[in-house]
């Protein structure tokens, strides 16, 4: 399950994100701007995204509203220290699935998560891209090469799913960097051209045709 958590405290933030990953075993991405929030979520699939009602930029509670008036169908959990029943009825109006009030224990937001994705949300429908003989799934995250399975590892398919989701747009290394190795990973930005280095060569395949085009002193960018 892909989880986003919008959290600007950063030590609540890291420590939310950490425990999700530990005891929920979910794919967590962290950020902390109302801004980085908006984005992340129009830009790829997430299954339950996690809100602070007051994030620096957008609040949340005005990206919730947001997304739910662009036809947005996932759900949506807010977390806030505002406990006042008008709050409470505020934050479900603009569309939350469910609503946390701080302080709380880590154990009932795994309990939230569980609830919510229990409920029964839009039908999902396979959302595929095609790259000549290569077949993407972004919805169950597969990818094909005609008839074979082409195998990635989680970070070589989350740089293929933004490439994807920003064709034609060249993309920065730092900015590729932040989105899919975090603010407080410890790896070189060589790291990214070793990653795609080794996507580029999985995603050649047959074809040998060279979908990732490399933008000297700059980043990279997917063309089909």
Request: charged share 30%; net charge negative.
């Amino acid at each position: 399950m892909q989880i986003l958590v919008a959290e600007d405290d950063l030590v609540l933030g890291q420590l939310i994100a950490h425990l999700l990953k530990k005891k929920g075993g979910y794919q967590v991405e962290w950020v902390t701007t109302g801004d980085e929030a908006k984005d992340y979520a129009t830009e790829a699939h997430y299954d339950i995204l996690i809100l602070d009602w007051m994030l620096p930029g957008i609040e949340g509670v005005h990206i919730c509203k947001s997304l739910r008036e662009q036809g947005y169908t996932g759900a949506i959990i807010m977390l806030t220290a505002k406990d006042t029943l008008e709050d409470r009825i505020n934050g479900l109006d603009a569309g939350a699935d469910d609503y946390l009030v701080k302080p709380f224990e880590i154990d009932e937001l795994l309990a939230r998560i569980r609830a919510v994705s229990r409920r029964n949300f839009a039908p999902i429908q396979d959302q595929l891209i095609q790259l000549d003989t290569i077949k993407v799934n972004l919805t169950n995250r597969t990818v094909f090469d005609e008839h074979r399975e082409i195998q990635l590892t989680p970070r070589e398919y989350q740089l293929l799913d933004l490439l994807i989701r920003n064709r034609g747009q060249v993309l920065p290394r730092e900015l590729i960097y932040e989105r899919i190795w975090g603010h407080e990973a410890e790896v070189s930005l060589k790291t990214i051209d070793a990653t795609v280095k080794l996507l580029r060569k999985k995603l050649n395949g047959t074809s040998g045709k060279d979908y990732i085009q490399s933008i000297r002193g700059v980043g990279y960018k997917l063309d089909f």
